[in-house]
């Protein structure tokens, strides 16, 4: 369960706070790779961060609309939108009656996104703001975008991946709420390598030469309302 905060405004924060997700206790002993899971975070881990920003009746969709992500919401009782794409135009629809869904709020509550999109691993500064301008338009005004984004260590002179997010939803006008590091596998309960007596004897956990990944990060963004707009211009 990670420590996080009530979504409300914090205008005057600095620094966004920061939650870790845990592991599940009950999968602690069985491999996280599930058919199921949404960018690697497993069904349970994903109804919980949906539970948490949106409220019964809200508005919930999935950048990929992954089944997951709608029948997750669906037992939450929240409204599964479906997301559809031509060119740069995003069409958001529901299955609401249109009697409730001019009553209701437009926008909306909660969009997922994994990043990088598929086909295009280079997160570029440019192109990542001017996509989440578009998913910024999609929002109701206190609205959140959760974007999943693998860990990576940072190349040597480059802005780190999770830094160029940041910044390109700052340019696209949302406020960064909160950082999420989410575990993917389960962690020792011992790690010889803190110990000071065998640290020096123990070798990393490589994968083909590389640090095993054990947290991908998950990075909350909330849509600003037309009175912060102005209040930052």
Aim: hydrophobic content about 40%; overall charge neutral.
């Amino acid at each position: 369960m990670p420590q996080t905060y009530p979504h409300l405004p914090e205008p005057h924060a600095e620094r966004p706070p920061v939650g870790l997700f845990l592991v599940p206790a009950h999968r602690r002993d069985t491999p996280l790779i599930d058919p199921a899971a949404w960018h690697g975070i497993d069904p349970q881990r994903l109804a919980w961060l949906i539970r948490h920003y949106t409220h019964d009746g809200d508005l919930v969709a999935d950048l990929d609309n992954h089944p997951t992500v709608s029948r997750a919401a669906q037992y939450l009782h929240r409204h599964p939108a479906t997301i559809t794409t031509h060119g740069d135009r995003i069409r958001v629809t529901d299955d609401r009656p249109a009697r409730a869904r001019c009553l209701a709020e437009d926008g909306l509550t909660l969009l997922l996104a994994g990043l990088p999109r598929p086909g295009d691993d280079s997160l570029a500064m440019h192109d990542t703001a001017e996509a989440m301008h578009r998913w910024h338009r999609l929002l109701r005004p206190g609205g959140f975008v959760l974007v999943a984004l693998p860990a990576r260590a940072p190349e040597p002179g480059r802005i780190s991946r999770r830094s160029t997010v940041i910044n390109a939803a700052r340019i696209a006008g949302l406020r960064y709420h909160q950082h999420i590091p989410v575990l993917v596998v389960p962690l020792p309960a011992h790690d010889p390598r803190t110990d000071a007596a065998t640290a020096a004897s123990t070798p990393p956990a490589l994968l083909d030469g590389r640090h095993l990944h054990t947290h991908m990060d998950v990075l909350a963004f909330r849509a600003t309302t037309l009175d912060q707009e102005d209040t930052d211009a």
